[in-house]
């Protein structure tokens, strides 16, 4: 699986969109990216995931780049309890293992 | 979503005693099941891919004695730390495959080897 870059940590103030990158430019065209995150001392949560079209939940957005070299999670109303780890993850249908890197320190400011 | 429960949430144990780790899978089957384990402000590793009814794949550097996964139903996977030592105080969490797409997670658990 290819690998991911996340910055390392993110702030942002409560109720703004939070934009979190992800790079990826090794990422071959099987590949789906992959969204958790993980709020402290909790399992990860599955956020979103997509292959090449942008996509929505009741959670969050995600928005890849059209060379897919690059990705972005969009969680339009930032609250509080969205503080956590988020994770990107480039992963094949045919990869059973979720690589877990760094992952970026999102804390939601009041 | 899917949920994933695990038991104990957390446990304190005396080095060279063994703890076991329930993972269940509750409102759906899971032939796979993952194990990760977690230090203090660091990332989850992957410690070992279970598959029901057959033997556990461990990743390099994870010792298959010391970390027993049994996966005997669809729906539950444990993880026995065997003569446990303070170095195996760590976050335990597992995780389910519930389709080819979504893996879905546990709450986790602590264990502090005293």
């Known amino acids: 699986d290819a690998k991911t870059t996340q910055p390392t940590s993110m702030d942002c103030a409560e109720g703004r969109a939070a934009n979190l990158p992800c790079n990826h430019s090794t990422i071959s065209g099987n590949e789906y990216v992959y969204w958790y995150r993980q709020i402290h001392s909790q399992g990860p949560q599955y956020i979103i995931h997509?292959?090449?079209n942008n996509e929505t939940n009741e959670m969050a957005s995600l928005i890849i780049t059209e060379d897919r070299k690059s990705s972005t999670l969009i969680l339009p109303h930032a609250t509080l309890r969205d503080t956590a780890v988020y994770y990107c993850i480039v992963r094949a249908l045919s990869s059973e293992k979720l690589t877990f890197g760094t992952g970026t320190r999102l804390t939601i400011i009041p | 979503g899917a949920v994933v429960s695990q038991h104990p949430s957390w446990v304190i144990c005396k080095s060279g005693t063994s703890v076991k780790i329930e993972c269940r899978s509750l409102?759906?089957?899971?032939?796979?099941m993952f194990w990760y384990r977690q230090f203090p402000k660091q990332s989850l590793m992957l410690m070992a891919t279970s598959n029901e009814g057959s033997k556990a794949t461990y990743e390099q550097g994870v010792e298959k004695d010391k970390f027993l996964i049994n996966h005997a139903s669809l729906t539950l996977s444990t993880l026995t730390v065997t003569s446990a030592h303070p170095e195996d105080s760590s976050f335990y969490i597992c995780s389910a495959r519930g389709g080819p797409q979504e893996q879905y997670f546990g709450p986790g658990t602590r264990l502090t080897v005293t």
């Open positions: 997509g292959l090449k």
């Open positions: 409102d759906f089957q899971a032939t796979t």
